[in-house]
């Protein structure tokens, strides 16, 4: 063999070498990406059901002063069961809707009881929630963050060419259908 055939195989092996270490680099990149995502999806579901453990006593509160209002706690409820029930971003984003509508009514019913603004049980509840809408919003810019990122990370070149092929597909938004609905936590104003 001449110089001209090693050094064009030195060329080929040297190509070969660097296509794999940048496959090997995205791969894990993206396997990094990807499990960020999952960790954030998953401190979004612990928020969701921590926010859950409290709407039963917040019901039972505000159900000892108007219990008359039945729609009002039905809804409540059945918002708080299709929160549990999300096991999809999409899922989620529908369901927190409804959770954020549900909330803001059983407040309104609230506020027509003085007698329950002024419950120390009511008032640390109503802490509790506005603590844990606020952990949620916090989770969902991060998870959306990492999906966005991991997003891109596939969709750009050369990952566009073999991403999808080994198993990463695009993740889905934690959107809220309506962003006035969770512009501010639920509240009660004194």
């Known amino acids: 063999m001449g110089t001209a055939t090693w ?3 030195a060329v080929v092996v040297l190509l070969v070498v660097l296509l794999v270490l940048y496959l090997w680099v995205s791969y894990n990149s ?3 990406l990807r499990a ?3 960790e954030a999806w998953s401190d979004i579901t ?3 059901q921590r926010r859950a453990d409290v709407v039963p006593s917040l019901i039972d509160s505000v159900q000892g002063y108007a ?3 039945k729609t009002v706690f039905e809804a409540v409820t059945t918002a708080r069961a299709e929160s549990l029930a999300a096991t999809s971003p999409a899922d989620a984003s529908v369901a927190e809707s409804h959770m954020q509508q549900a909330l803001k ?3 309104a019913v609230a506020e ?4 329950l603004l002024a419950s120390q049980d009511f008032l640390q509840l109503q802490a509790d929630l506005v603590e844990t809408e606020h952990t949620i919003q916090a989770s969902r810019r991060f998870y959306n963050g990492g999906v966005r990122e991991f997003n891109t990370k596939i969709l750009v070149f050369p990952n566009n060419l073999f ?3 080994i198993g990463f597909g695009q993740r889905e938004f934690f959107e809220v259908g309506s962003l006035a609905a969770i512009s501010e936590p639920p509240r009660v104003q004194f």
């Open 163 to 165: 991403a999808r092929r």
């Open 7 to 9: 050094i064009s195989l």
């Open 67 to 69: 219990a008359h209002e």
């Open 112 to 115: 027509a009881y003085p007698q």
């Open 46 to 48: 612990a928020q969701l």
């Open 105 to 107: 009514s059983i407040f």
């Open 36 to 38: 960020r995502v999952e």
């Open 30 to 32: 993206l396997v990094t």
